[in-house]
């Protein structure tokens, strides 16, 4: 586990309510488990995803 940012997908402002955001693996990503953080003022939940190519 290298620990390095790969990609910001949203870094703004955003109201209360569901949103869906596609994630589109470059080619520079590997096979691998990453790992996702979505963050609130008050809120931040780690999940990880497998991506296989």
Known sequence: MLGEEVETLIDDFQLAGFYTKVFLATSNLTSGIYFYR???????CTKKFVLLK
């Open 38 to 44: 979505l963050q609130t003022n008050n809120f931040i």
